[in-house]
């Protein structure tokens, strides 16, 4: 079975800074699609950004980026300008494209804190 | 996105009791997925609501425990079955909306439900 891991359990920022937060994957499959979802105290889940495998550009949505690097089977995503309200836990979560496709495999999470 | 309405919130409860948890959806889904969070930890699928059929369950979860009910393509329900302290969890319902192999196939979560077992 597919694993996502996330070997930061907890980070901090100070607001208005960058941070990155880690996932790595293991899969022998070729063409899949990878996630970070945030989970604010509230619970809500929340999509923030989503990559294709099959796309070499790294997914961008607003002060969120990604760094894809599919050999290394990497998947770190960047909060730019972190703000007070990016606290929360972030998942990373996997999706085959191929089979089983309607399971999302998620890591353990990290926990952002950002001082103001 | 789709909408979705969880409830009860939270609840406390005694063990050896069962409590279900419904889930509403404001459109039509083909599937319905419940998660389990424990404390501190990673989401687990408990088992796909299908309507019209048996729900499937993940390795680990079985239908006595956690017998699923899915009536119509908007509602499903979770029950929590004969609790103990172990089962106190974050219960999540979640859909995707446009399920298939394409990127469509995004999960959107309800705002989940915080058992406490006694």
């Known amino acids: 079975a597919q694993t996502v891991t996330q070997s930061q359990p907890e980070m901090s920022v100070q607001e208005a800074e960058t941070v990155t937060l880690s996932c790595t994957y293991d899969?022998?499959?070729?063409?899949?699609?990878l996630f970070w979802y945030k989970q604010p105290p509230s619970r809500q889940m929340i999509l923030v950004i989503r990559?294709?495998?099959?796309?070499?550009q790294n997914a961008t949505e607003n002060r969120f980026s990604v760094n894809f690097q599919k050999a290394a089977k990497s998947f770190s995503l960047k909060i730019s300008d972190s703000q007070l309200g990016d606290a929360a836990m972030y998942f990373c979560?996997?999706?085959?494209?191929?089979?089983?496709?309607?399971?999302?495999?998620f890591g353990s999470g990290t926990k952002l804190n950002v001082k103001p | 996105s789709a909408v979705i309405s969880q409830k009860p919130s939270r609840d406390i409860c005694q063990r050896g009791t069962s409590l279900t948890i419904q889930c509403q959806v404001d459109?039509?889904?083909?599937?319905m997925f419940w998660y389990r969070q424990q404390p501190g930890q990673s989401l687990t699928l408990i088992a796909t609501?299908?309507?019209?059929?048996?729900?499937?369950?993940e390795s680990g979860f079985v239908i006595d425990k956690f017998p699923i009910s899915r009536p119509n393509l908007t509602f499903s329900t979770l029950t929590v079955s004969n609790m103990s302290p172990e089962d106190s969890s974050i219960y999540l319902c979640?859909?995707?909306?446009?399920?298939?192999?394409?990127?469509?196939?995004?999960?959107?979560f309800g705002a989940g439900s915080r058992l406490t077992v006694l």
């Open positions: 979560a996997y999706r085959s494209a191929l089979y089983n496709f309607n399971k999302f495999y």
């Open positions: 990559q294709e495998a099959y796309k070499q």
């Open positions: 899969t022998s499959e070729s063409d899949y699609y």
């Open positions: 979640s859909v995707a909306p446009g399920a298939g192999a394409s990127g469509a196939n995004v999960l959107t």
């Open positions: 609501a299908n309507q019209g059929s048996e729900a499937t369950y």
């Open positions: 459109s039509q889904v083909t599937m």
